[in-house]
């Protein structure tokens, strides 16, 4: 996707978050189901130490340390609206700034990881209220790539998974997108939406229930149930 589009995108879920913020109330204490043992104040405050964290990066333009937050998360993060959706769109791409993405590494990157972090966020904050988002299927496929082109080859080299053992296809049925999890000939297909294959890839939905498999379902199990993501 293009980067307005994606900065539209952002800007339509940091609103939608920020108007559950100021409604909360006592809404605030309820359990996040994406985020076990977040409550909705809890994953208010990891979005104030991201979106403080990333406007830092972009006037160094070197990594920099995460903040903490502070006593007042849900003021916090309210308050600091505008001035990250500034700093978003204020970014020139090509300009080289530190992330943790592959080179070359420039400022554009953070359009793309900050859209798809709130994407994702904002499911997990809806879902508190028992509702979800939903989502462009363009930009849902670009968050499946973002996964497998980028998440995934950084979850193996952390060490944080093991590497897809058995190629796998992912397949959507309403972008005409496919990607290939591991090497080799796949030896199963994964077919859904995008969306559906967005939320599940992030473990938002269980995709061995509601995707079609075909193939060897066992491998792509396997495959479904690795750490891809953070």
Request: with cysteine; hydrophobic share 40%; proline share 9%.
């Amino acid at each position: 996707m293009d980067n307005d589009a994606l900065l539209r995108q952002l800007q339509d879920d940091v609103i939608a978050i920020q108007g559950t913020a100021l409604a909360g109330g006592t809404d605030l204490d309820r359990p996040v189901p994406g985020c076990p043992g977040w409550t909705v104040t809890d994953l208010l405050a990891h979005l104030w130490v991201i979106e403080s964290w990333t406007r830092s990066i972009l006037r160094a333009r070197e990594v920099q340390p995460m903040p903490e937050p502070g006593p007042s998360p849900v003021a916090d993060y309210v308050d600091g609206v505008p001035d990250y959706l500034t700093a978003m769109r204020a970014i020139t791409p090509d300009e080289p700034c530190w992330n943790f993405g592959p080179p070359p590494r420039a400022a554009g990157w953070w359009i793309r990881r900050q859209a798809h972090e709130h994407a994702i966020h904002r499911v997990d904050l809806e879902s508190a209220f028992g509702t979800t988002p939903a989502f462009d299927p363009a930009f849902a496929a670009d968050g499946v790539d973002e996964i497998v082109s980028m998440f995934y080859p950084r979850q193996v080299r952390m060490e944080r998974t093991a590497p897809v053992s058995e190629a796998v296809r992912i397949v959507t049925t309403d972008t005409g997108h496919s990607w290939t999890l591991g090497t080799g000939e796949p030896v199963a297909t994964i077919t859904a939406d995008a969306a559906t294959l967005y939320l599940g890839l992030w473990k938002r939905l269980d995709l061995s229930a509601t995707a079609h498999i075909d193939g060897d379902a066992p491998a792509a199990r396997r495959t479904l149930g690795l750490a891809l993501t953070p």
